[in-house]
Protein backbone atom coordinates (compact mmCIF):
# COMPACT_ATOMS: atom_id res chain seq x y z
CA UNK A 1 0.00 0.00 0.00
CA UNK A 2 1.20 3.52 -0.96
CA UNK A 3 0.56 6.37 2.00
CA UNK A 4 1.34 9.97 1.50
CA UNK A 5 0.61 12.88 3.71
CA UNK A 6 -1.74 15.96 2.83
CA UNK A 7 -1.89 18.62 5.25
CA UNK A 8 -5.55 20.43 5.61
CA UNK A 9 -7.21 23.13 7.18
CA UNK A 10 -9.38 22.25 9.87
CA UNK A 11 -12.15 24.05 10.33
CA UNK A 12 -16.04 23.80 8.81
CA UNK A 13 -18.20 20.75 9.12
CA UNK A 14 -19.09 20.46 12.69
CA UNK A 15 -16.66 22.73 13.69
CA UNK A 16 -13.78 19.66 13.70
CA UNK A 17 -14.04 18.38 10.34
CA UNK A 18 -13.41 19.72 6.88
CA UNK A 19 -14.93 18.37 3.42
CA UNK A 20 -13.18 20.48 1.52
CA UNK A 21 -10.82 18.60 0.23
CA UNK A 22 -12.84 16.47 -1.34
CA UNK A 23 -14.23 18.76 -3.73
CA UNK A 24 -10.73 19.69 -4.33
CA UNK A 25 -10.18 15.63 -5.41
CA UNK A 26 -13.25 15.73 -8.04
CA UNK A 27 -11.75 18.40 -9.81
CA UNK A 28 -13.94 21.28 -9.10
CA UNK A 29 -14.32 24.55 -7.61
CA UNK A 30 -15.43 24.88 -3.92
CA UNK A 31 -18.17 27.09 -5.28
CA UNK A 32 -19.29 25.64 -8.23
CA UNK A 33 -22.55 23.85 -8.73
CA UNK A 34 -21.92 22.25 -5.18
CA UNK A 35 -25.95 22.27 -5.58
CA UNK A 36 -25.92 19.67 -7.95
CA UNK A 37 -23.56 16.54 -5.91
CA UNK A 38 -24.66 14.30 -4.05
CA UNK A 39 -22.34 12.34 -1.41
CA UNK A 40 -23.18 9.56 0.79
CA UNK A 41 -22.57 10.07 5.09
CA UNK A 42 -22.01 7.13 6.50
CA UNK A 43 -21.93 6.93 10.89
CA UNK A 44 -20.62 4.07 12.46
CA UNK A 45 -20.60 2.93 16.35
CA UNK A 46 -20.81 0.47 18.52
CA UNK A 47 -22.15 -1.48 21.84
CA UNK A 48 -20.86 -3.36 24.29
CA UNK A 49 -17.43 -2.70 23.93
CA UNK A 50 -16.38 -3.29 27.65
CA UNK A 51 -19.19 -6.11 29.19
CA UNK A 52 -18.09 -9.73 30.23
CA UNK A 53 -21.58 -10.91 28.82
CA UNK A 54 -23.83 -10.87 25.68
CA UNK A 55 -22.44 -9.54 22.22
CA UNK A 56 -20.17 -7.19 20.97
CA UNK A 57 -22.68 -4.99 18.31
CA UNK A 58 -21.28 -2.14 15.18
CA UNK A 59 -23.89 -0.40 13.36
CA UNK A 60 -23.84 2.01 10.75
CA UNK A 61 -26.24 4.26 9.50
CA UNK A 62 -26.29 5.90 5.69
CA UNK A 63 -27.40 8.95 4.48
CA UNK A 64 -27.63 10.73 0.70
CA UNK A 65 -26.87 14.05 0.69
CA UNK A 66 -26.21 17.29 -0.71
CA UNK A 67 -22.70 18.58 -1.00
CA UNK A 68 -23.96 21.40 0.74
CA UNK A 69 -25.46 19.80 4.16
CA UNK A 70 -21.74 18.41 5.07
CA UNK A 71 -20.88 21.24 6.74
CA UNK A 72 -24.52 21.62 8.05
CA UNK A 73 -26.06 20.41 11.45
CA UNK A 74 -27.80 17.87 10.55
CA UNK A 75 -30.21 17.86 13.78
CA UNK A 76 -31.05 21.69 12.73
CA UNK A 77 -32.03 20.55 9.21
CA UNK A 78 -34.28 18.23 10.25
CA UNK A 79 -36.12 19.72 13.27
CA UNK A 80 -39.46 18.76 12.25
CA UNK A 81 -38.93 14.83 12.53
CA UNK A 82 -36.29 14.51 15.04
CA UNK A 83 -34.32 16.36 18.22
CA UNK A 84 -31.32 15.59 20.26
CA UNK A 85 -32.48 16.06 23.65
CA UNK A 86 -35.73 14.02 25.39
CA UNK A 87 -37.21 17.03 26.24
CA UNK A 88 -40.21 18.78 24.30
CA UNK A 89 -39.88 16.02 21.42
CA UNK A 90 -43.76 16.62 20.94
CA UNK A 91 -43.34 13.56 18.84
CA UNK A 92 -40.42 13.63 17.05
CA UNK A 93 -37.64 10.82 16.77
CA UNK A 94 -34.81 11.29 19.35
CA UNK A 95 -31.52 10.84 17.73
CA UNK A 96 -28.59 10.78 20.29
CA UNK A 97 -25.81 9.06 22.02
CA UNK A 98 -27.69 6.21 23.00
CA UNK A 99 -25.85 6.72 26.05
CA UNK A 100 -28.35 9.94 26.58
CA UNK A 101 -31.30 7.46 25.07
CA UNK A 102 -31.08 5.05 27.08
CA UNK A 103 -30.85 4.21 30.67
CA UNK A 104 -31.90 1.28 33.08
CA UNK A 105 -34.95 4.19 34.80
CA UNK A 106 -35.80 5.01 30.89
CA UNK A 107 -35.86 1.51 29.21
CA UNK A 108 -35.78 1.14 25.22
CA UNK A 109 -38.29 2.89 24.33
CA UNK A 110 -36.81 5.32 22.47
CA UNK A 111 -34.02 3.04 21.21
CA UNK A 112 -37.15 0.96 19.84
CA UNK A 113 -39.10 3.81 18.33
CA UNK A 114 -36.04 5.61 16.33
CA UNK A 115 -34.20 2.27 15.37
CA UNK A 116 -38.25 0.67 14.09
CA UNK A 117 -39.06 4.08 12.32
CA UNK A 118 -35.80 4.33 10.85
CA UNK A 119 -35.92 1.01 9.09
CA UNK A 120 -39.05 1.50 7.98
CA UNK A 121 -37.69 5.05 6.19
CA UNK A 122 -34.88 3.52 5.01
CA UNK A 123 -36.90 -0.13 3.49
CA UNK A 124 -39.19 2.16 2.33
CA UNK A 125 -42.53 -0.09 3.57
CA UNK A 126 -44.75 0.13 6.23
CA UNK A 127 -44.15 -3.44 7.58
CA UNK A 128 -41.82 -3.31 10.88
CA UNK A 129 -40.12 -6.53 12.18
CA UNK A 130 -42.82 -8.25 14.48
CA UNK A 131 -40.64 -10.26 16.31
CA UNK A 132 -36.42 -10.08 17.42
CA UNK A 133 -35.55 -12.54 14.70
CA UNK A 134 -37.54 -10.63 12.12
CA UNK A 135 -35.52 -6.83 13.20
CA UNK A 136 -31.78 -9.54 13.42
CA UNK A 137 -32.61 -10.40 10.28
CA UNK A 138 -33.39 -7.33 9.02
CA UNK A 139 -30.31 -5.54 10.56
CA UNK A 140 -27.44 -8.02 10.53
CA UNK A 141 -28.74 -11.12 8.51
CA UNK A 142 -25.35 -12.88 8.22
CA UNK A 143 -25.35 -13.18 12.11
CA UNK A 144 -28.57 -14.91 12.57
CA UNK A 145 -27.00 -18.47 11.44
CA UNK A 146 -24.83 -18.28 14.86
CA UNK A 147 -27.27 -16.63 17.02
CA UNK A 148 -29.52 -19.88 16.28
CA UNK A 149 -26.82 -22.11 17.58
CA UNK A 150 -27.10 -20.59 21.61
CA UNK A 151 -29.87 -21.75 23.80
CA UNK A 152 -30.48 -17.99 24.98
CA UNK A 153 -31.64 -17.06 21.50
CA UNK A 154 -33.96 -19.72 20.39
CA UNK A 155 -37.25 -17.89 21.01
CA UNK A 156 -36.04 -14.90 19.53
CA UNK A 157 -39.11 -15.26 17.08
CA UNK A 158 -41.82 -15.80 19.76
CA UNK A 159 -40.48 -11.94 21.16
CA UNK A 160 -42.59 -9.72 20.16
CA UNK A 161 -40.56 -6.14 19.57
CA UNK A 162 -43.86 -3.89 21.27
CA UNK A 163 -44.26 -0.24 20.19
CA UNK A 164 -47.35 1.26 18.58
CA UNK A 165 -47.22 0.69 14.97
CA UNK A 166 -49.38 3.89 13.71
CA UNK A 167 -47.50 5.79 15.67
CA UNK A 168 -44.16 4.57 14.16
CA UNK A 169 -45.61 4.72 10.88
CA UNK A 170 -46.49 8.50 11.62
CA UNK A 171 -42.72 9.19 12.77
CA UNK A 172 -41.17 7.08 9.64
CA UNK A 173 -42.94 9.36 7.17
CA UNK A 174 -42.14 12.45 9.05
CA UNK A 175 -38.67 11.72 8.90
CA UNK A 176 -39.04 10.33 5.25
CA UNK A 177 -40.83 13.80 4.12
CA UNK A 178 -37.97 15.92 6.43
CA UNK A 179 -35.06 14.58 4.95
CA UNK A 180 -37.13 14.72 0.93
CA UNK A 181 -37.36 18.33 1.57
CA UNK A 182 -33.66 18.74 2.06
CA UNK A 183 -32.74 16.29 -0.85
CA UNK A 184 -31.95 13.61 1.68
CA UNK A 185 -32.67 9.62 2.13
CA UNK A 186 -32.00 7.20 4.44
CA UNK A 187 -29.83 4.64 2.73
CA UNK A 188 -29.75 2.10 5.46
CA UNK A 189 -29.42 0.93 8.63
CA UNK A 190 -27.19 -2.32 9.50
CA UNK A 191 -25.25 -4.29 11.64
CA UNK A 192 -22.82 -6.74 12.59
CA UNK A 193 -23.17 -8.81 15.75
CA UNK A 194 -20.69 -10.45 17.14
CA UNK A 195 -21.75 -12.99 19.71
CA UNK A 196 -19.82 -14.63 22.80
CA UNK A 197 -18.63 -17.65 20.97
CA UNK A 198 -17.57 -15.43 18.00
CA UNK A 199 -15.81 -12.68 19.88
CA UNK A 200 -14.21 -15.15 21.73
CA UNK A 201 -12.69 -16.84 18.90
CA UNK A 202 -11.88 -13.22 16.84
CA UNK A 203 -9.78 -12.37 19.81
CA UNK A 204 -8.13 -15.52 20.33
CA UNK A 205 -6.59 -14.86 16.57
CA UNK A 206 -6.36 -10.95 16.61
CA UNK A 207 -4.99 -11.24 20.25
CA UNK A 208 -6.73 -8.30 21.78
CA UNK A 209 -10.56 -7.38 22.05
CA UNK A 210 -9.34 -3.64 20.05
CA UNK A 211 -8.23 -5.42 17.14
CA UNK A 212 -11.62 -7.29 17.23
CA UNK A 213 -13.50 -3.96 17.29
CA UNK A 214 -11.60 -2.25 14.53
CA UNK A 215 -12.27 -5.42 12.49
CA UNK A 216 -15.82 -5.17 12.47
CA UNK A 217 -15.35 -1.58 11.88
CA UNK A 218 -13.41 -1.82 8.94
CA UNK A 219 -16.06 -4.76 7.79
CA UNK A 220 -18.74 -2.23 7.35
CA UNK A 221 -15.99 -0.05 6.14
CA UNK A 222 -15.86 -2.69 2.95
CA UNK A 223 -19.06 -2.93 2.47
CA UNK A 224 -19.68 0.36 1.75
CA UNK A 225 -16.63 0.86 0.18
CA UNK A 226 -17.71 -2.03 -2.09
CA UNK A 227 -21.11 -1.29 -2.83
CA UNK A 228 -20.61 2.21 -3.94
CA UNK A 229 -20.58 3.98 -7.28
CA UNK A 230 -17.35 4.89 -9.16
CA UNK A 231 -18.39 8.56 -8.31
CA UNK A 232 -19.69 8.45 -5.50
CA UNK A 233 -18.37 10.87 -2.17
CA UNK A 234 -18.61 8.83 0.40
CA UNK A 235 -17.74 10.47 3.98
CA UNK A 236 -17.50 8.18 6.71
CA UNK A 237 -17.41 8.95 10.60
CA UNK A 238 -15.98 6.88 13.39
CA UNK A 239 -15.70 7.47 17.08
CA UNK A 240 -12.13 7.47 17.85
CA UNK A 241 -11.25 4.02 18.90
CA UNK A 242 -9.67 4.59 22.66
CA UNK A 243 -8.64 8.05 22.54
CA UNK A 244 -6.56 7.03 19.22
CA UNK A 245 -4.86 9.39 16.89
CA UNK A 246 -2.79 7.24 14.58
CA UNK A 247 -4.91 4.52 12.13
CA UNK A 248 -2.81 4.93 9.46
CA UNK A 249 -1.31 0.88 10.45
CA UNK A 250 -4.49 -0.55 11.14
CA UNK A 251 -6.00 0.67 8.06
CA UNK A 252 -3.04 -0.46 6.22
CA UNK A 253 -3.36 -4.09 7.25
CA UNK A 254 -7.15 -3.75 7.24
CA UNK A 255 -7.21 -2.30 3.38
CA UNK A 256 -4.09 -3.44 2.01
CA UNK A 257 -5.23 -3.20 -1.29
CA UNK A 258 -6.50 0.60 -1.87
CA UNK A 259 -3.96 3.38 -1.66
CA UNK A 260 -3.93 5.45 1.79
CA UNK A 261 -3.62 9.45 2.28
CA UNK A 262 -2.96 11.00 5.56
CA UNK A 263 -5.26 14.21 5.66
CA UNK A 264 -4.85 14.88 8.92
CA UNK A 265 -4.18 13.33 12.87
CA UNK A 266 -5.42 15.58 15.35
CA UNK A 267 -6.66 15.21 18.52
CA UNK A 268 -10.29 16.37 18.13
CA UNK A 269 -10.02 14.38 14.48
CA UNK A 270 -7.83 11.89 12.44
CA UNK A 271 -8.81 11.84 8.32
CA UNK A 272 -7.50 9.34 5.70
CA UNK A 273 -8.87 9.15 1.74
CA UNK A 274 -8.58 5.43 0.63
CA UNK A 275 -8.40 4.77 -2.83
CA UNK A 276 -8.71 2.22 -5.81
CA UNK A 277 -10.63 0.46 -8.28
CA UNK A 278 -11.88 3.83 -9.79
CA UNK A 279 -13.62 4.95 -6.04
CA UNK A 280 -12.76 7.15 -3.14
CA UNK A 281 -13.61 7.32 0.26
CA UNK A 282 -12.78 9.38 3.38
CA UNK A 283 -12.88 8.37 7.02
CA UNK A 284 -13.16 10.31 9.60
CA UNK A 285 -12.13 9.09 13.42
CA UNK A 286 -13.84 11.68 15.41
CA UNK A 287 -13.65 12.34 19.41
CA UNK A 288 -17.45 11.74 20.73
CA UNK A 289 -18.79 11.14 17.44
CA UNK A 290 -21.66 9.43 19.17
CA UNK A 291 -22.71 13.13 20.79
CA UNK A 292 -21.84 15.20 17.88
CA UNK A 293 -23.28 13.65 14.70
CA UNK A 294 -26.48 12.70 13.49
CA UNK A 295 -25.43 9.58 11.34
CA UNK A 296 -23.20 8.19 14.43
CA UNK A 297 -25.72 8.85 16.55
CA UNK A 298 -28.48 6.59 14.80
CA UNK A 299 -25.90 4.57 14.69
CA UNK A 300 -25.34 4.34 18.45
CA UNK A 301 -28.88 3.49 19.08
CA UNK A 302 -28.95 1.11 16.85
CA UNK A 303 -26.52 -1.04 18.35
CA UNK A 304 -27.52 -0.40 21.82
CA UNK A 305 -31.27 -1.70 20.51
CA UNK A 306 -29.40 -5.11 19.16
CA UNK A 307 -27.92 -5.13 22.09
CA UNK A 308 -30.61 -4.58 24.43
CA UNK A 309 -32.60 -7.02 22.30
CA UNK A 310 -30.12 -10.01 22.96
CA UNK A 311 -29.86 -9.20 26.49
CA UNK A 312 -33.38 -9.40 27.61
CA UNK A 313 -32.90 -12.84 25.56
CA UNK A 314 -29.97 -13.99 27.83
CA UNK A 315 -32.09 -12.93 30.97
CA UNK A 316 -35.40 -14.53 29.90
CA UNK A 317 -33.82 -17.77 29.32
CA UNK A 318 -31.77 -18.38 32.57
CA UNK A 319 -34.15 -16.70 34.90
CA UNK A 320 -36.91 -19.43 34.15
CA UNK A 321 -34.56 -21.63 35.10
CA UNK A 322 -33.05 -19.65 38.10
CA UNK A 323 -35.71 -17.77 39.28
CA UNK A 324 -33.63 -16.70 42.12
CA UNK A 325 -31.62 -14.72 39.45
CA UNK A 326 -31.83 -10.84 39.07
CA UNK A 327 -30.95 -9.61 35.62
CA UNK A 328 -27.95 -8.21 34.52
CA UNK A 329 -27.21 -5.62 31.78
CA UNK A 330 -24.02 -7.85 31.41
CA UNK A 331 -21.48 -5.12 32.52
CA UNK A 332 -18.30 -6.32 33.94
CA UNK A 333 -19.28 -6.15 37.76
CA UNK A 334 -22.90 -7.17 37.26
CA UNK A 335 -22.32 -9.68 35.13
CA UNK A 336 -19.43 -11.45 37.18
CA UNK A 337 -22.43 -11.40 39.82
CA UNK A 338 -25.00 -12.89 37.64
CA UNK A 339 -22.12 -15.68 36.59
CA UNK A 340 -21.52 -16.37 40.36
CA UNK A 341 -25.03 -16.73 41.14
CA UNK A 342 -25.64 -19.65 37.81
CA UNK A 343 -22.98 -21.04 38.77
CA UNK A 344 -23.84 -21.84 42.69
CA UNK A 345 -26.73 -23.58 40.80
CA UNK A 346 -24.94 -25.88 38.26
CA UNK A 347 -28.12 -28.60 38.74
CA UNK A 348 -30.35 -26.26 36.96
CA UNK A 349 -28.97 -25.00 34.40
CA UNK A 350 -25.75 -26.19 31.99
CA UNK A 351 -24.48 -23.82 29.38
CA UNK A 352 -20.99 -23.75 27.25
CA UNK A 353 -19.38 -21.13 29.29
CA UNK A 354 -17.31 -20.26 25.87
CA UNK A 355 -20.62 -18.94 24.26
CA UNK A 356 -21.80 -17.23 27.28
CA UNK A 357 -18.89 -15.56 28.95
CA UNK A 358 -16.52 -13.10 26.94
CA UNK A 359 -12.71 -14.18 27.15
CA UNK A 360 -11.87 -10.52 27.70
Same mark, same amino acid.
Given at each position: !?????????????????????????? /?????? %??? @????????? @?????????????????????? $?? +??????????????? /? /??? +? #???????? @????????????? +?????? #??????? @???????? &?????????????????????????????? #????????????????????? &?????????????????????????? &?????????????????????? $??????????????????????????????????????????????????????????????????????? !????????? #?????????????? +????????????? %??????????? %???? $?????????
Amino acid at each position: !MRTSKLKIRQSGFYNCITFEHCYNSR /KISVFS %RQE @DLMAVLIGI @DEAGYGPILGPLVVSSAAFSIP $DT +HLKSDLWHLLRPAVA /K /KRK +H #LAGRLLIA @DSKKAYSKSIGIT +HLRRTV #LAGLLCA @DGTSQKPA &NSAQLLNRLCPQCTGRLAQYPWYENLAKCA #LGGDDDDLEIASLALKNTLSA &NKMKLLSISSTCLDVGYYNKMVSTVK &NKANVLFTAICSLIRGAFDTAC $DSENLQIIIDKQSGRIRYQRLLGRMFEDLELKILCEENSVSSYELAGYNKVMRLHFAARADDRFLPVSLAS !MTSKYVRQV #LIESINRYFISRCT +HLKPTAGYWKDGT %RFIKELQAHPA %RVQY $DSQKLIRCR
